[in-house]
């Protein structure tokens, strides 16, 4: 095979200086290079499905192949891979195709987890810390902020009114529709300069999903932490109650 092809057929690889196998405190520095097959293109002819390992400090030569997913049965296409992260601090690589990310414990060379997600996924991005993912969907208008120790989306604002229908056991909300939440936000007119707001009604949110009807002090306790330099206290603890109501009659 060319050298030319077979990159072509890869995706991203990615060089990881100064990593340490996180198992053994004894283990030798090394400077690996992660590929993930196949590439953008799902040709299985140059290099199958995995994670293909080179050393850089050794020519480059291939170490190993760390497995992910099975081939298809049945002639089915493999799905493209499209991008490939890592942390050192964790430990963990992450490989995303067109539908799914999988996480890989390289200490251990196993599957973490393996997560799809809705509009799928396209080239990902890991924090600093490799404890959030950001995952543009495929071809799509949004991205999924994932958890990436757990692999779960994390909620966002623009997510509350889906995960209430969700959580009735109904379809996804029309867009116009609110959590009760955000509808009690709005009808006590909590925020002034909006600043912590988020964070509040995210933590509100939080607390109704497993607590119908939170007691002034269980909402005090639950949002303990959560700062508000405007004062905004009071029409938050009226909204998080008039909220509760609500959502204890199973309404909007
Ligand atoms: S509304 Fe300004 S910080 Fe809370």
Same mark, same amino acid.
């Given at each position: 095979?060319?050298?030319?092809?077979?990159?072509?057929?890869?995706?991203?690889?990615?060089?990881?200086?100064?990593?340490?196998?996180?198992?053994?405190? !004894?283990?030798?520095?090394?400077?690996?290079?992660? @590929?993930?097959?196949? $590439?953008?293109?799902?040709?299985?002819?140059?290099?199958?499905? $995995?994670?293909?390992?080179?050393?850089?400090?050794?020519?480059?030569?291939?170490?190993?192949?760390?497995?992910?997913? %099975?081939? %298809?049965?049945?002639?089915?296409?493999?799905?493209?891979?499209? $991008?490939?992260?890592?942390?050192?601090?964790?430990?963990?690589?992450?490989?995303?195709?067109?539908?799914?990310?999988?996480?890989?414990?390289?200490?251990?060379?196993?599957?973490?987890?393996?997560?799809?997600?809705?509009?799928?996924?396209?080239?990902?991005?890991?924090?600093?810390?490799?404890?959030?993912?950001? !995952?543009?969907?495929?071809?799509?208008?949004?991205?999924?902020?994932?958890?990436?120790?757990? $692999?779960?989306?994390?909620?966002?604002?623009?997510?509350?009114?889906?995960?209430?229908?969700?959580?009735?056991?109904?379809?996804?909300?029309?867009? @116009?529709?609110?959590?009760?939440?955000?509808?009690?936000?709005?009808?006590?007119?909590? %925020?002034?300069?909006?600043?912590?707001?988020?964070?509040?009604?995210?933590?509100?949110?939080?607390?109704?999903?497993?607590?119908?009807?939170?007691?002034?002090?269980?909402?005090?306790?639950?949002?303990?932490?959560?700062?508000?330099?405007?004062?905004?206290?009071?029409?938050?603890?009226? @909204?998080?109650?008039?909220?509760?109501?609500?959502?204890?009659?199973?309404?909007?």
């Amino acid at each position: 095979m060319e050298r030319r092809e077979f990159l072509a057929a890869t995706t991203a690889a990615l060089a990881m200086p100064a990593w340490k196998a996180v198992a053994s405190a !004894a283990a030798v520095e090394r400077h690996l290079i992660y @590929a993930a097959t196949p $590439g953008i293109r799902n040709y299985m002819s140059y290099g199958g499905i $995995g994670v293909l390992v080179f050393d850089a400090s050794d020519g480059h030569k291939m170490v190993k192949r760390i497995p992910t997913w %099975p081939e %298809p049965a049945n002639g089915q296409e493999a799905e493209n891979v499209k $991008g490939v992260a890592a942390n050192a601090k964790t430990g963990r690589l992450y490989v995303s195709t067109t539908k799914r990310i999988g996480c890989i414990d390289l200490s251990t060379e196993k599957m973490v987890w393996d997560q799809t997600y809705e509009g799928g996924c396209d080239r990902i991005a890991l924090s600093p810390d490799g404890r959030t993912i950001y !995952a543009p969907s495929f071809e799509g208008p949004h991205w999924t902020v994932i958890d990436a120790i757990s $692999g779960k989306a994390i909620t966002t604002l623009e997510g509350m009114p889906a995960l209430y229908a969700k959580s009735r056991g109904t379809a996804a909300a029309a867009p @116009a529709s609110l959590h009760p939440l955000q509808q009690a936000w709005i009808d006590v007119q909590v %925020p002034h300069c909006g600043y912590c707001q988020n964070g509040m009604m995210i933590q509100a949110a939080d607390l109704l999903a497993t607590t119908k009807r939170p007691t002034e002090a269980q909402i005090r306790t639950a949002m303990n932490g959560h700062l508000c330099r405007c004062g905004t206290y009071p029409r938050i603890l009226t @909204a998080i109650q008039k909220a509760a109501a609500v959502m204890a009659k199973g309404g909007k």
